[in-house]
């Protein structure tokens, strides 16, 4: 089943990154000491999608759902455990070290912490210009020139070239980050929430930043964050994560205005919106995520779900095109246009018609 | 109106290398016994410290109130003695932190603490103790009561540990509750239900409560009254609606317009406030915020503003009468009128 095959069937959409059945599972410690038995925790289990050459594609989720561990598997800064992943129709899970390397060139990542992520040691123009030595790509004079061109694309002064990373703000920090990963002007690039660890004033201008830089580049971008406002701003399609599965995949307006599945709907009623004047029917979902060591039979979210049904505990909702490419995982999909309150009422009134 | 809180001129300040740097400086508000007031900033704005000061705990990390008042219905907390702080801490006044993982002992099991807390303050034992324990693990929202006693706070996951921490701080009924961003740590989903839990526990037993956030949709809406802190200063007092239908101070309008709208146009630059915030020892002279303000004078540069009434607003800017006056603060929310600034970084 190819959910995308079906959605962009003549458009010039051209997919730059296509992800098969991608499976990362993890051991854990458990079962029996003895008898040797393991738990594994699937992170990323069995994701089918697609991004579009030139788009943003927005990841959102609770933690530990494994978006972050999905960005990673993609770039193979983790080797996933089954799948396969298409960058420009070839299978780079098959690749070699030396390929890899090769590919690396294409393909980067912009980290959320601009604490940890740039070494302490390291002036900036040594944090950029490792990209190119490694690569080779560069060398003396030119190498600095480069490094000066991009520490002044990303909006801070060249003539800080020399300064160490604890002399910069954390916003400041994000942007060499960002220079650090456009460095060797990649096609796609994945942001791993890099803006949840700022302020909310430099928030704004990283988001800017990034918009402008995908623009002029021509940037592919996964963009993953759990901040709903944030990836609505920006993206173009954003796809719903819930317990290691996509749940539903659409363009944005599509997912913000008529949501689909009952955990997107209900995610939505509860963002704390900068206006108190709208008073927004709020869903709040009863119990936690689920843990992924151990996760519920049939639809992983039918523990939380108010729609839910025996049905849900026996059958796993595969991810089908409910409306006009408009994909969820689910089997009590909401109708255009209905809301979640609505599609509560009308089950309570159909099982009240049950035992009556 | 009675005011459970009344605070005048608190200034809070840390030893550090080169003498005392202030974390806040010259703070003035009330609380009016029942509602919930937000202290909105961004990181080093003071708002944490404001909290910390009124427990009083800011001495435990090295930090010392150095001038104003903090009273308490009527009682100076920022002069008594420490037993005699020890006594109202956790018991009229409680708080509650970010990390409930931090604030729990994770060597006791959840319904150690919750009796402890019980025991410190009321002569009863502790079989009574445990039942009022149970009582309010059931109050705060969490199944099962027995169970959830016995287990380790690492046994929990985040939402129920500051669930847990909600129960502890509400075991002696407190007077006033201060929340330092309970929900910071916590997903979307957990957050809303935690909301709803202080929402509702402070209906049912009259609550004040003062919630430190940066979020400026919790505060939106969880407030009656908003206070906007930047740089150890108090920017702007307003009740929460009139502060969303129009800020007074360009940094509210800077914050508000920061945010992306749910309902906003998607993929325009959003309106951003220049620059970052400076750091505690290297504030600027004159208006705090002055470095990184469009509207900003010569004036703005040299001399700070004091807090101001404006009807039942306070507002501290030289400008207001004037940006009220050309309309550049009214909350089009599509922004655009802000002027270019002396560049520091560029806006994109």
Redesign the interface.
Known sequence: MNPESKSHPTEQAEPLVKIENLKKYFPIKGGGYFTGSKKIVKAVDNVTFEIYRGETLGLVG??GCGKSTLGRNILRLQEPTDGRVFFKEENILAYKGHEMRKLRKQMQIIYQDPFSSLNPRFTVGEIIGEMYDIHGIAKGAEKEKKIKEMIELV??DPSRYHNYPHEF????RQRIGIARALALNPEFVVADEPVSAL???????I???L??LKEELGLTMLFIA?G???V???SDRVGVMYLGKIVELSE??NI?DNPAHPYTA???S?????????KKE?I??KG??PSPANPPSGCHFRTRCPLATERCAIEEPPLLEVRDKHFAACHYPLEKGQTLKQAISSKEQSQESVTI | MDKILEIDNLVTAYQGKEGFVKAVDGVSFDLNRGDTICIVGESGSGKSVTAMSIMRLVEFENGKIREGTIKFNGEDLAKKSNEEMRKIRGSRISMIFQEPLTALNPVFTVGKQITEAILFHYPIGKKEAWRRAEEMVRLVGLSDPKARLKQYPHELSGGMRQRIMIAIALASEPELLIADEPTTALDVTIEAQILELLRSLRRERNMSIMLITHDIGVAAEMADRIIIMYAGKIMEISDTQDLFDKPLHPYSKGLLDSVPRMDGERGVPLNSIEGSIPRLNEVPDGCRFSPRCPFATEKCHEEMPPLEFRGTRQVACWHVDQLLENDSLSNDRKGGEFIEPGIKEPSY
Do not use: C
Request: net charge negative; proline share 4%; no cysteine.
């Open positions: 609770e933690s909006g801070l703000s954390g916003g400041q302020d909310v004033s430099v928030q704004s201008q988001l800017n930043l918009m402008k759990h709903l406002n944030v609505r701003h920006i944005t307006d913000f209900a995610l939505l509860t963002v704390p919106e900068a206006d108190p004047r709208l709020r709040v979902l936690e995520v």
